[in-house]
C-alpha cells in the first residue's frame, strides 16, 4: 500500500492558464475527496467522488473547476483561467464507504499538490 | 450551519509541558470527531478519532482527547510535549457513515527546548 499519491507536487503557473492535477487513492479505498488548503487555514471541502460518481460539491467549486474520476480509480481535479486567488494546496484524500464502525469516515490524505499562480 | 472552531491560532509551550488544544463544535446531532496532524510540507495525518462510546480517547504519539457532549468541545491532551510535536494540528467533524470532513483553521504548535 503506497498510500494517497498527488501528482504534481508542485505547479507553477501564469494567470489565465489551465492546469490539471492528478490523485491516485489507495486501491481498496472507493471514496475520494479533494480539498483546498491556503495558508494559515483549514482543510476546505471541494468535491468528493464514490467510486465514479460526484457524490456532493462545494458551492467553493466554481465553474472554472471541474473533477473527474472516469473510472473510479485516479481522479483529476483541473482548473480552468486561473486567478492569483487560485494559489492554494490542493489535497486529496481517500476512504473506504463501508466497513469496520466509522472506517468510511476516516479519510487518509496525500501530500497534496501546491499552485502559485503568478 | 456546521462548523469547527479552534479559539488558539498559535500556541508556545515548553518541551516536557503539558498541552492541550481547544476544538468546539457546531453540528446538529452528534458527530464524528477527528484529530489531524499537519508537519511542514506534509499531508493531514490522522492522530484520533471519537465515534462513540468512551468520551476518552487515545490516540498516536501520546495524544488523547476527550469529547464533551455538554460543551461541544474534543479537546486535545498531551502530558509531555516533545519537540517532535511542533506541527500544525486540525480538528474536524463529520457525520456518521461517511462523507465530508470540516476542518477548523488550525493550531500551530510551536516547541521551546
Known amino acids: 500500500d503506497t498510500g494517497v499519491s498527488q501528482d504534481p507536487r508542485h505547479k507553477i503557473t501564469k494567470r489565465g492558464q489551465n492546469v490539471t492535477f492528478r490523485c491516485d487513492p489507495i486501491?481498496?479505498?472507493?471514496?475520494l475527496y479533494w480539498y483546498r488548503q491556503t495558508l494559515g487555514q483549514g482543510p476546505e471541502f471541494l468535491t468528493y467522488f464514490q467510486n465514479e460518481a460526484q457524490l456532493e460539491k462545494s458551492r467553493l467549486l466554481s465553474d472554472r473547476f471541474s473533477a473527474e474520476r472516469p473510472k473510479g480509480s485516479f481522479s483529476t481535479l483541473e482548473i480552468q483561467r486561473t486567478e492569483q486567488g487560485d494559489s492554494a494546496m490542493y489535497l486529496c484524500?481517500?476512504?473506504?464507504?463501508?466497513?469496520?464502525?466509522?472506517?468510511?469516515?476516516?479519510?487518509?490524505f496525500g501530500a497534496g499538490s501546491r499552485l502559485t499562480v503568478l | 450551519a456546521q462548523s469547527v472552531t479552534q479559539p488558539d491560532i498559535h500556541i508556545t509551550v515548553s518541551e516536557g509541558a503539558s498541552l492541550e488544544l481547544r476544538c468546539n463544535y457546531s453540528?446538529?446531532?452528534?458527530?464524528?470527531l477527528f484529530w489531524y496532524v499537519q508537519s511542514p510540507g506534509q499531508g493531514l495525518q490522522l492522530l484520533l478519532k471519537y465515534f462513540s462510546g468512551d468520551t476518552l480517547v487515545q490516540g498516536i504519539k501520546g495524544f488523547e482527547a476527550e469529547f464533551k457532549r455538554s460543551q461541544s468541545s474534543f479537546n486535545l491532551r498531551k502530558p509531555s510535549v516533545h519537540w517532535s510535536d511542533a506541527a500544525e494540528y486540525f480538528c474536524?467533524?463529520?457525520?456518521?457513515?461517511?462523507?465530508?470532513?470540516?476542518f477548523g483553521q488550525g493550531t500551530e504548535l510551536s516547541v521551546k527546548p
Open positions: 484524500a481517500s476512504s473506504p464507504s463501508t466497513g469496520v464502525l466509522g472506517g468510511a469516515n476516516v479519510l487518509t
Open positions: 486501491s481498496e479505498h472507493n471514496r
Open positions: 474536524a467533524v463529520g457525520a456518521p457513515g461517511g462523507g465530508k470532513l470540516i
Open positions: 453540528y446538529g446531532a452528534t458527530p464524528y
